[in-house]
């Protein structure tokens, strides 16, 4: 199950395997990992894996061929998978820096911002699955090395799958003689201000994350993250946000929002790899017992596969 070593993709996987074992369908697979690359060869128009199986009152029972999983893993374009998500672990280790802050109880934006406020943040970062944490880092990494000028420098990464919050990378200059304390308690506010623009900006925008640090390059370097609710504003807040969208300009100048097209190795690359096994899954069983074994015995699936 390292393929699915995520929550998101752990519980998704869960839940469509139990919708699969719902259906009514029979099901013979040798085990796990070719019931996973099964399910893996398959997503919808949101990008989610499901069981693909086949439809109609005909078909009883699903099988699937020893060594998928075997196969799977042979296959360039699960080698080309491999490549790409090695990004998406930069995420992984940004989840761990900021809750080690939180067990540790050294956060710097502590008492200003509770730790069970610094915890939903936490598990707003927690809560991508693979594909998006790789689209997230790779993001933040382009940002952070762009270089641009200006002291105070910011992107926003819209919602790349549904119930996904916005999220805003930010980088603040230090200003000459100004200590570290009075530049990290800067930074807060404006990250609370950016947090607030959003909602002006994008008014279906439910939750945001911030993640802001010094521009790169900058010897030792802190971050800070922030997470915000903007499902419920105060009205001091939607005060606030007017001030941050208008007065302060935040977001302000952004253009068109440019939409990324997600590309997955598996789903969109595996059209050669599908065909030919489009036998396992037969759609005209006379019965799932007495019905030809799908290992090419020649017997009857009861006296076959059935007893393994």
């Given at each position: 199950?390292?393929a699915?070593d ?19 369908l029979?099901i013979?697979?040798?085990g796990?990992?070719?019931l ?13 894996h ?11 029972l ?8 075997a ?5 360039q374009?699960w ?6 998500y ?10 761990e820096l900021f809750n ?6 050294t ?15 936490v598990?707003a ?6 594909l998006?944490?790789r ?10 090395h762009?270089?641009?000028?200006g ?14 919050p916005?999220f805003?990378?930010i980088t603040?200059?230090f200003?000459d003689g100004?200590d570290?304390?009075?530049y990290?308690?800067?930074?807060r506010?404006?990250?609370y201000?950016?947090c607030?623009a ?7 925008a439910e ?5 802001a640090?010094?521009?790169h ?6 971050e800070?993250?922030?997470?915000l609710?903007?499902?419920?504003l105060t009205?001091?807040q939607?005060?606030a946000?007017?001030t ?11 253009g068109t929002?440019?939409r990324v ?9 595996l059209t050669?790899y599908?065909?030919g096994?489009r036998?396992?899954h037969?759609?005209?069983?006379r019965?799932?017992r ?9 017997k009857?699936?009861k006296?076959c596969?059935?007893?393994?």
């Amino acid at each position: 199950m390292s393929a699915r070593d995520t929550i998101s993709d752990f519980v998704g996987y869960r839940t469509k395997k139990e919708e699969f074992i719902r259906s009514g369908l029979g099901i013979f697979a040798p085990g796990e990992d070719d019931l996973l690359a099964y399910y893996l060869q398959s997503a919808d128009h949101k990008g989610e894996h499901f069981f693909n199986f086949p439809e109609g009152e005909d078909c009883r029972l699903v099988c699937i061929a020893e060594g998928e999983w075997a196969a799977l893993k042979a296959s360039q374009e699960w080698k080309a998978r491999e490549v790409a998500y090695r990004v998406s672990y930069v995420w992984d280790r940004i989840i761990e820096l900021f809750n080690s802050y939180i067990i540790g109880g050294t956060s710097p934006v502590y008492p200003e911002f509770p730790f069970s406020s610094q915890e939903l943040a936490v598990r707003a970062l927690a809560a991508q699955n693979r594909l998006i944490r790789r689209e997230l880092a790779n993001a933040l990494g382009e940002f952070l090395h762009a270089r641009r000028p200006g002291h105070l420098v910011a992107r926003v990464v819209q919602p790349l799958r549904l119930n996904c919050p916005y999220f805003i990378f930010i980088t603040l200059a230090f200003e000459d003689g100004q200590d570290r304390d009075e530049y990290r308690q800067v930074r807060r506010q404006v990250m609370y201000d950016y947090c607030l623009a959003v909602k002006r900006k994008y008014p279906d925008a439910e939750e945001v994350v911030v993640i802001a640090t010094e521009p790169h390059g900058v010897e030792l370097s802190s971050e800070d993250v922030m997470y915000l609710d903007l499902r419920d504003l105060t009205p001091d807040q939607e005060v606030a946000a007017d001030t941050a969208h208008t007065k302060l300009g935040y977001l302000g100048k952004l253009g068109t929002p440019k939409r990324v097209k997600v590309h997955n190795y598996l789903t969109d690359s595996l059209t050669r790899y599908t065909e030919g096994r489009r036998s396992l899954h037969p759609s005209k069983p006379r019965s799932a017992r007495n019905s030809l074994c799908p290992c090419g015995s020649g017997k009857k699936f009861k006296r076959c596969c059935m007893r393994r």
